[in-house]
Every structure is written in C-alpha cells, then in structure tokens.
C-alpha cells in the first residue's frame, strides 16, 4: 500500500466525542467530499482512476464522478457502520469494487436491526441502489485475514 503523500491517507475521525485514526487508509478523487470531520479537497479523475470509473458506470448503469478508496491492510483494518448519506451523494447507486483479501460485507436493516452478510472476494461489484436510506453497512475487522484489500466505492456528488 502506497504512503501517506501519495494520495493516501490514515484519517483522524471523531467517534462518539472522541478522536481515533481511522482504521485503513483512504484516498479520493472527485470533487471536494467532507465525511465524518474528514475532509477531501478536489481530485480530477483521470488516468488508471478515470479508465476504471468508466467502466464500472458502464457495468452498473450509473453515472458516478468520485471515487473513495478503502486500503485494508490485513484483518485488523475495518470500517464501523455507517451510511453514505452525506446530502452532496446521489443514493440511487453506490458501487464497490473489491480487490484482494475477501472480506465479509455486513448489511443491517435500520428498521428491524437484521443484517445480512455478503462474503467479497478479488474482483467483486456490489452495486447498492437507494440502499443507504434504512440501511448501513460495515467491514468488520477479522483475525485470520492477513492479505491486503482494496475497495474502491464509485459515487456521484451533486
């Protein structure tokens, strides 16, 4: 995984009232994106980045313009639940790519707490459609996972 300078960064979030470095690291590119206190400034898409986001929108049907990158450097590594839900985020699709250590991908209905468990493996697109109205998701950490895990989630910013 690529160093902080390169596009990469280990985030400082606010959770609960308190500071923590987030759990992986993360790159962006779009337009300037604020999450969880973190902030990204603009980032053209173009390259390999821009090849790829093309491609997946052909795959899913959308139109996306920002791409945020979870780098997972083993098991340890994580994202807490949450919801894509920020107000500049069209909901109608979120599509995410995997790359690497198959991971668990955990979904858990707001209205009725259950959840549902997708198992992500190298080279697998999950395309949620308006999922992030009663929904959240997470990437709980995993002991027995030692290999690196990229996911990259296609959005767009209006």
Known sequence: ?????EGWRQNDIRV???WH??????????PAYTYASVQWPARELEGSVAALTKQVA???????N??????YRNGQDAMGWHRDNEPEIDPSSIASLSLGATRTFKIRDRRTNEVTNIELGHGDL?????LQDVHE??????????????????RRLV
């Open 1 to 5: 995984m690529a160093k902080s300078g």
């Open 16 to 18: 609960f009232g308190t």
């Open 21 to 30: 470095k987030e759990p992986r690291w993360t790159a962006w590119w779009g």
């Open 58 to 64: 052909e795959m899913a049907g959308a139109q996306y």
């Open 66 to 71: 920002a791409v945020l990158v979870n780098g």
């Open 126 to 130: 999950l395309v949620m459609e308006h």
């Open 137 to 154: 998701h997470s990437v709980p950490r995993r002991a027995k996972v030692e290999e690196p895990r990229m996911n990259f989630t296609f």
